[in-house]
């Protein structure tokens, strides 16, 4: 369902970004060509055609405030809610123990954690040495 409103609001945004380009501004606009604003054989007046432009770019900005707000509940549909607070241990709680100490100089990095919760009870392979020993 996501998806699909993904593709339309992406098409809604490039209409709405091509329907911006092509209204005269004080430039005189991407669309709009030299002269008295006048069509192909006088097809669409200036006014008229001015008109249809904001009247398209208002129906495109509506239908991007709606895809956007939909896109922004169907994102937060299925979360809970959850507070910092809910996470912390009780008061009285101790702390978990701490893990050993590391034998060699750099093998508390992180790829020696992965390597650790990767392969919980074989044993760990040996870490190549520093550069400079």
Excluded at 28 to 36: A, D, H, Q, V
Excluded at 63 to 83: D, E
Excluded at 102 to 120: C, E, I, K
Aim: glycine share 18%; proline share 8%.
């Amino acid at each position: 369902m996501q998806n699909v409103i993904i593709v339309i609001h992406l098409l809604i945004v490039i209409a709405l970004v091509g329907v911006v380009l092509l209204q005269r501004s004080e430039g005189g606009g991407l669309g709009m060509g030299s002269g008295g604003g006048g069509g192909v054989g006088g097809f669409m007046t200036g006014r008229g055609q001015a008109n249809a432009l904001t009247r398209a770019t208002a129906i495109l900005a509506g239908l991007f405030f709606i895809t956007s707000i939909t896109l922004a509940v169907l994102a937060t549909h299925g979360r809970t809610q959850r507070s910092i607070i809910d996470g912390a241990p009780a008061p009285g709680a101790t702390a978990p123990a701490a893990p050993s100490a590391p034998s060699a100089p750099n093998a508390g990095g992180v790829l020696d954690q992965l390597r650790q919760m990767q392969n919980p009870g074989g044993s760990q392979p040996p870490t190549p040495a520093a550069p400079g020993q």
